[in-house]
């Protein structure tokens, strides 16, 4: 191979890190920190549970969120 020449290497394959989907078969991937990716499927899924009441069998002795994060 001389200088002149380039190596073929294949694109970077993106797919969301929860599911596994590829970038291909979703609408839309989003990119997060540390090469984290969520695709709207994943985020549809999560925002229903987050937005859903509580149910019976949930716990309730968690003790409050705190704003800033655990207190460590």
Do not use: K
């Amino acid at each position: 191979m001389t200088e002149c020449e380039t190596t073929q290497t294949s694109p970077p394959s993106y797919a969301c890190t929860f599911c596994g989907q590829p970038w291909d078969a979703v609408q839309r991937l989003l990119a997060g920190p540390n090469r984290v990716y969520i695709c709207n499927e994943c985020i549809t899924l999560c925002y229903s549970i987050i937005t859903a009441p509580p149910t019976e069998d949930a716990p309730c002795d968690l003790p409050p969120a705190s704003p800033t994060g655990p207190t460590l």
